[in-house]
């Protein structure tokens, strides 16, 4: 299964928009906010969401979770959107897989949220390093 033959970056970025309106509205942004909020998800280049969806491996059913763990973390290492990566990348992962192999994944939230902070704290490590830690989050420390 190859996650880009069932997503396009389009769709990706339209779940991407969904996603950030609704935070806008919870905040209680007004027409402003919205419009803003619509045009930084605009600026995600398809071409960036293509190349990471062409590196998704091409695995069997029984090898999808393989492929998933990789998909969270090039998605949480790239931070192709300015927000909600890691629900976008739930939310693209799972339409491939509902239409290939008719399953999703989901995670409780004490487990969604455990690996959010701990994807992003790997990430901010990355980006602001004390002297003995790594210099790069990669995509295979987040993916084990």
Do not use: C
């Amino acid at each position: 299964m190859r996650l880009k033959d069932h997503v396009s970056p389009k769709h990706l970025k339209e779940a991407n928009l969904l996603l950030l309106l609704e935070g806008a509205k919870q905040v209680g942004g007004g027409v402003e906010l919205r419009k803003r909020t619509r045009a930084r998800a605009k600026m995600v280049s398809d071409a960036n969401l293509q190349g990471l969806l062409d590196e998704i491996p091409d695995v069997p059913r029984k090898d999808a979770r393989r492929a998933w763990s990789h998909w969270m973390a090039l998605v949480t290492v790239r931070q192709p959107f300015f927000d909600a990566n890691h629900r976008t990348a739930l939310i693209g992962f799972n339409a491939a897989t509902t239409k290939v192999w008719g399953f999703e994944y989901s995670l409780a939230i004490g487990d969604l949220e455990e690996m959010m902070v701990g994807s992003r704290n790997l990430v901010k490590q990355a980006h602001r390093p004390g002297a003995d830690a790594l210099r790069m989050a990669t995509v295979a420390a987040l993916r084990d």
